[in-house]
């Protein structure tokens, strides 16, 4: 585990540097209170100079609500200088908006504050973040520093996850933990829940298991299903939705790249949806890099598959209207697998930003179709 050293009272002091989204620890670390102002935090963490916290918790918060505020003024100046230039196309927008992301985020991460080993902060009105820190990091063998933007994602991970998501396919709630993509789109779980199943199938094989939740979903409707999944964070939030929801004798959750072993007449998954790196670890349930999962998937589905058997391939179409990827590439990988399109069911998402005039993603988001492909072996 790396470290992050600096100086202090004239001694020489370090921790480990904690981060979840993989950024690198800091070169330069300042010691930073109450008494420094909203600006010069701001030059500061522009440089990459980490700001270790030794002040009041809620002062620290309001210092971080202060960057975000002044990255956004920067944002909105530069969205005045670039008015009355060319739009964008969408892979254009789609590039911009991920460099704004990285930028701003790297930013705010430079606020960072200390930890005990049990994960309790050292620091004036610090809230108990204890359990949640621990289901998300586990047991740590010594103090630690992470950024504060980073605390307040554990925080609010862990209020999901203690209050779960209403799934109205299940009429139950579903609790994400921390790392695990939260089934918050309602639209794909639909999908799973009404599309015909393949005639007299009773097993199914669920990839990426995730949450559980389109295992769940299959349960429901009677099948048996084998889950997997490779991330430990996913294997133990679908075991414990799972045996929340009483499944466990339907539902078997097993480590594996993609399948498990044997053939099946109903195969499904849901893979990221978006071809790109990940900057994050919770990004790796929306961005495929190099569309590893879902070519994958379509590549050893016909050598997983009963005859007569189908492929769910649940997914957006918001990579071709980002020009990230088209629907001839997606059919050439679907043909050059061996498979063969059944048929196909649609539907259109409801979330927030399909609808947000302001979202720099709008003109591919307001055409965004969700569908169910169901796959057969070609014949």
Same mark, same amino acid.
């Given at each position: 585990?790396?470290?992050?050293?600096?100086?202090?009272?004239?001694?020489?002091?370090?921790?480990?540097?904690?981060?979840?989204?993989?950024?690198?620890?800091?070169?330069?670390?300042?010691?930073?209170?109450?008494?420094?102002?909203?600006?010069?935090?701001?030059?500061?963490?522009?440089?990459?100079?980490?700001?270790?916290?030794?002040?009041?918790?809620?002062?620290?918060? $309001?210092?971080?609500?202060?960057?975000?505020?002044?990255?956004?003024?920067?944002?909105?100046?530069?969205?005045?200088?670039?008015?009355?230039?060319?739009?964008?196309?969408?892979?254009?927008?789609?590039?911009?908006?991920?460099?704004?992301?990285?930028?701003?985020?790297?930013?705010?991460?430079?606020?960072?504050?200390?930890?005990?080993?049990?994960?309790?902060?050292?620091?004036?009105?610090?809230?108990?973040?204890?359990?949640?820190?621990?289901?998300?990091?586990?047991?740590?063998?010594?103090?630690?520093?992470?950024?504060?933007?980073?605390?307040?994602?554990?925080?609010?991970?862990?209020?999901?996850?203690?209050?779960?998501?209403?799934?109205?396919?299940?009429?139950?709630?579903?609790?994400?933990?921390?790392?695990?993509?939260?089934?918050?789109?309602?639209?794909?779980?639909?999908?799973?829940?009404?599309?015909?199943?393949?005639?007299?199938?009773?097993?199914?094989?669920?990839?990426?298991?995730?949450?559980?939740?389109?295992?769940?979903?299959?349960?429901?409707?009677?099948?048996?299903?084998?889950?997997?999944?490779?991330?430990?964070?996913?294997?133990?939030?679908?075991?414990?939705?799972?045996?929340?929801?009483?499944?466990?004798?339907?539902?078997?959750?097993?480590?594996?790249?993609?399948?498990?072993?044997?053939?099946?007449?109903?195969?499904?998954?849901?893979?990221?949806?978006?071809?790109?790196?990940?900057?994050?670890?919770?990004?790796?349930?929306?961005?495929?890099?190099?569309?590893?999962?879902?070519?994958?998937?379509?590549?050893?589905?016909?050598?997983?598959?009963?005859?007569?058997?189908?492929?769910?391939?649940?997914?957006?179409?918001?990579?071709?209207?980002?020009?990230?990827?088209?629907?001839? $590439?997606?059919?050439?990988?679907?043909?050059?697998?061996?498979?063969?399109?059944?048929?196909?069911?649609?539907?259109?998402?409801?979330?927030?930003?399909?609808?947000?005039?302001?979202?720099?993603?709008?003109?591919?988001?307001?055409?965004?179709?969700?569908?169910?492909?169901?796959?057969?072996?070609?014949?």
């Amino acid at each position: 585990m790396t470290r992050i050293e600096w100086v202090e009272n004239g001694e020489a002091r370090s921790a480990v540097w904690r981060s979840e989204s993989g950024w690198p620890a800091p070169k330069k670390v300042v010691l930073a209170d109450d008494t420094m102002s909203a600006d010069a935090a701001y030059r500061l963490a522009l440089d990459g100079t980490a700001l270790l916290w030794r002040g009041d918790f809620q002062n620290a918060r $309001q210092l971080l609500q202060a960057l975000v505020r002044r990255i956004e003024h920067k944002g909105e100046r530069g969205r005045r200088a670039k008015a009355g230039k060319a739009p964008a196309t969408p892979l254009e927008a789609f590039h911009r908006h991920r460099l704004t992301q990285l930028q701003r985020a790297r930013t705010l991460a430079m606020l960072v504050i200390p930890f005990d080993a049990d994960h309790a902060i050292p620091l004036r009105r610090a809230p108990d973040a204890r359990l949640a820190c621990l289901e998300a990091y586990g047991l740590s063998p010594e103090p630690y520093v992470a950024s504060l933007r980073e605390l307040l994602g554990v925080i609010g991970a862990h209020e999901w996850r203690r209050k779960g998501v209403m799934i109205p396919a299940l009429d139950e709630r579903i609790h994400p933990w921390y790392g695990v993509f939260s089934p918050v789109r309602g639209e794909y779980v639909e999908l799973v829940a009404q599309a015909p199943l393949p005639e007299g199938a009773k097993l199914a094989f669920d990839i990426g298991a995730g949450t559980g939740v389109l295992s769940a979903v299959l349960a429901r409707r009677g099948m048996q299903v084998v889950a997997t999944d490779m991330d430990q964070r996913a294997l133990g939030c679908a075991r414990e939705n799972i045996a929340r929801l009483g499944l466990a004798t339907q539902v078997d959750i097993v480590q594996a790249d993609l399948f498990p072993d044997g053939r099946a007449p109903l195969v499904v998954c849901n893979p990221p949806w978006l071809p790109g790196k990940p900057s994050s670890s919770i990004e790796y349930a929306i961005y495929d890099p190099d569309s590893r999962m879902l070519r994958g998937f379509l590549d050893g589905l016909a050598a997983h598959l009963e005859p007569g058997g189908e492929g769910w391939l649940i997914m957006s179409d918001l990579a071709e209207h980002l020009g990230l990827r088209s629907r001839e $590439q997606l059919l050439g990988w679907i043909g050059g697998a061996g498979l063969e399109v059944a048929a196909r069911h649609d539907t259109r998402p409801v979330h927030p930003r399909a609808s947000d005039a302001d979202d720099p993603l709008h003109a591919a988001r307001s055409k965004e179709v969700t569908s169910l492909w169901r796959l057969r072996a070609a014949g």
